[in-house]
């Protein structure tokens, strides 16, 4: 019995072995994403709560065969302050290729029904133009 109960100390998980050893920074919430899509349409500011800007956007993914696709759309939002970045992605045309890489996260909200409705976020980290369709050269083709 003796033997028993020495490996018993051993069978309980120590506070040491329940902390991340691999990493020293805390442990996030959010999981990383990466999207290769066409852009649904051009992007847009909008101010917060707070008064910062936010580009938004959204992109379309297809997937499955010619016959029967399907398309799932993706909220993003680039938090880019004024500059390069941001007006490089304000400077994009519906149907630009794109490939964005970010933090997301599960939002649960009230529906208008009552009943509780769920959205991920996610917001923009990398960004990449993989095919670009010029937002100002669509718009004087159009006014043309």
């Known amino acids: 019995m003796s033997f028993l109960t020495s490996l018993r100390p051993t069978t309980r998980l120590s506070p040491f072995l329940l902390t991340r050893t691999f990493s020293t920074t805390p442990r996030s919430h959010l999981a990383r994403m990466t999207i290769v899509g066409r852009l649904a349409d051009a992007p847009e500011i909008v101010a917060t709560s707070s008064g910062q800007d936010v580009v938004r956007y959204a992109l379309g993914t297809s997937h499955g065969p010619k016959n029967n696709r399907q398309t799932s759309w993706w909220r993003v939002a680039c938090f880019a302050p004024e500059g390069g970045l941001r007006d490089l992605v304000m400077g994009l045309g519906k149907g630009s290729l794109v490939y964005v890489e970010g933090d ?37 083709a159009e006014s043309e």
């Open 104 to 140: 997301c996260s599960m939002n649960k909200f009230p529906g208008k029904d009552g009943s509780t409705q769920s959205a991920l976020s996610i917001v923009q980290r990398n960004f990449e133009i993989l095919d670009r369709r010029d937002a100002r050269a669509e718009e004087q």
